[in-house]
């Protein structure tokens, strides 16, 4: 399988602590956004990545939160000092620039995060 | 900025009956696309159908068709012969196309369940 894989699948953590999330897109996709999903709603955008470069990042994303991409395949989500209202399920997404594909995006898992 | 409203947080559905899921979007772009995506039960999120907003014509895939009505802002899903593993949270996403991003904006989904 092929996909787009996010590791861990679940974390639990105590409030204050650091976590760091993991994800591998599929391996021709140059695209790769974050999302997060909070219960009973939809995924919200986080930011995104083309290649290395991280050229977006949404209003949602404190500074607490930091993203990263290096070399441009896999990218990490830290979260620094979490609080309760971080807990949600965090998603990975990848997608390609060719034509005629580049608006699929195919996600991953997920990581849920519980924070105590 | 764009949003996107599902009205129907849950519906039910009898196997190989047909259900109609609503969408509603509001936008001020006229180059966009349409998604709906699937997520089971504990399982990862993947799209089911795509429309681009400058064809006219309705999008399909096998049981799954849409019926968007572009100057109601309206995109509403139809599943026919309804199958048990079609039992999932719908989401219905946007997505400016041309843009540098290709975010999803996605809606707060519905719960569908097919009954045996």
């Known amino acids: 399988d092929t996909g787009v894989s996010q590791d861990p699948r679940h974390k639990i953590t105590k409030r204050g602590q650091n976590v760091t999330f993991r994800c591998d897109p599929i391996?021709?996709?140059?695209?790769l956004y974050w999302y997060r999903q909070t219960l009973g709603q939809g995924p919200e955008f986080l930011t995104y990545?083309?290649?290395?470069?991280?050229?977006?990042k949404s209003r949602l994303l404190s500074d607490r939160f930091s993203a990263e991409r290096p070399k441009g395949s896999f990218s990490t989500l830290e979260i620094q000092r979490t609080e309760q209202g971080d807990s949600a399920m965090y998603l990975c997404?990848?997608?390609?620039?060719?034509?005629?594909?580049?608006?699929?995006?195919?996600f991953g898992p997920g990581t849920r995060l519980t924070v105590l | 900025a764009q949003t996107v409203t599902q009205s129907q947080p849950e519906m039910s559905v009898q196997e190989a009956e047909t259900v109609t899921l609503s969408c509603t979007y509001d936008?001020?772009?006229?180059?966009?696309?349409l998604f709906w995506y699937k997520q089971p039960p504990s399982r990862q999120m993947i799209l089911v159908i795509r429309?681009?907003?400058?064809?006219?014509q309705n999008a399909t895939e096998n049981r799954f068709s849409v019926n968007f009505q572009k100057a109601a802002k309206s995109f509403s899903l139809k599943i026919s012969d309804s199958q048990l593993g079609d039992t999932a949270m719908y989401f219905c996403?946007?997505?400016?196309?041309?843009?540098?991003?290709?975010?999803?904006?996605f809606g707060k989904g519905t719960l569908l369940t097919v009954n045996p």
């Open positions: 936008t001020s772009e006229s180059n966009y696309y």
């Open positions: 997404a990848s997608s390609r620039t060719t034509s005629g594909t580049k608006y699929e995006q195919f």
């Open positions: 990545f083309q290649n290395e470069a991280q050229l977006e």
């Open positions: 429309q681009e907003a400058y064809k006219q």
């Open positions: 391996s021709e996709h140059n695209r």
């Open positions: 996403a946007f997505m400016i196309s041309g843009g540098s991003n290709y975010k999803l904006t």
